[in-house]
């Protein structure tokens, strides 16, 4: 197995306190034909501003940021601190024009690389869902 590998950002993550939207570089811009017909989309990005090696090293954490939630590993919770700085949303799609998506939903902050994004399709579980008591 390989001990590294590159990933290369396709765009960034726009964020104004009322609007969000992605914009594509344009090179990636062919990659959105047929996306119009989804409502929501997956999109994975990086959490840049945690990029050092204190905060890539972090194993646990407080959900939520909250001390009153148990200590819990990074791999059970959402937090922004993790070996590989890896974000996952699904957001609403509210528009597409050229290279642009506008979104809603989509917590990165504005800066923030994006690295790829994936049409969601819905599906059903095989089995009963269950969560900690703190989501």
Known sequence: ??????VIPIGVIRKTDDKT?????????????????FSHIHVMYWFHENDTPELRSTLQVHPRKDSNNPLTGVFATHSPMRPNLVALTLCRVLSIQGATIEVEGLDARN???????KCYIPYDLTGPVHTPGWV
Do not use: Q
């Open 21 to 37: 939207w992605i914009e594509i570089d344009d090179c990636y811009k062919d990659a959105l034909l047929g996306l119009e017909g």
């Open 111 to 117: 800066g923030s690389p994006l690295i790829d994004i």
């Open 1 to 6: 197995m390989k001990k590294s590998f590159k």
